[in-house]
């Protein structure tokens, strides 16, 4: 079991930066698949961008390439979202999860395997 808390949420206007904070502790295994996610309202939740503990290339979906960055600090087993040039279709409540161990290994992208979730962290855009 892995335990996920979010932080950094909030309110800011359109073109401003926030940066997203995820504390995880428990069953944290090397190379895990760890990423945001994001729902807002009346839509379905959607993958943000997501990584690989261990390294390699992080997935970003289309709509936040080039505003957003995922990094992590193995260390301190925290996760981190950068958001810059925030637009107020970003706003939505953000998860952080991390990939529940799989039998073989699966693509570090949304939609493979299943995930523990934090409780989330609301981040409103203002136009």
């Known amino acids: 079991q892995v335990h996920l808390v979010e932080s950094g949420g909030g309110s800011v206007q359109a073109g401003g930066s926030l940066r997203l904070s995820c504390a995880a502790s428990?069953?944290?295994?090397?190379?895990?698949?760890m990423g945001w996610f994001r729902q807002a309202p009346g839509k379905e939740r959607e993958g943000v961008a997501t990584i690989y503990t261990g390294g390699g290339s992080p997935y970003y979906a289309d709509a936040v390439k080039g505003r957003f960055t995922i990094s992590q600090d193995n260390a301190k087993a925290t996760l981190y979202l950068q958001m810059n040039s925030l637009k107020p279709e970003d706003t939505a409540m953000y998860y952080c999860?991390?990939?529940?161990?799989?039998?073989?290994?699966?693509?570090?992208?949304?939609?493979?395997?299943?995930?523990?979730w934090g409780e989330g962290t609301l981040v409103t855009i203002s136009s």
């Open positions: 428990g069953d944290i295994y090397n190379n895990n698949c």
């Open positions: 999860a991390a990939r529940l161990r799989h039998p073989y290994p699966l693509p570090c992208t949304p939609g493979y395997g299943e995930y523990n």
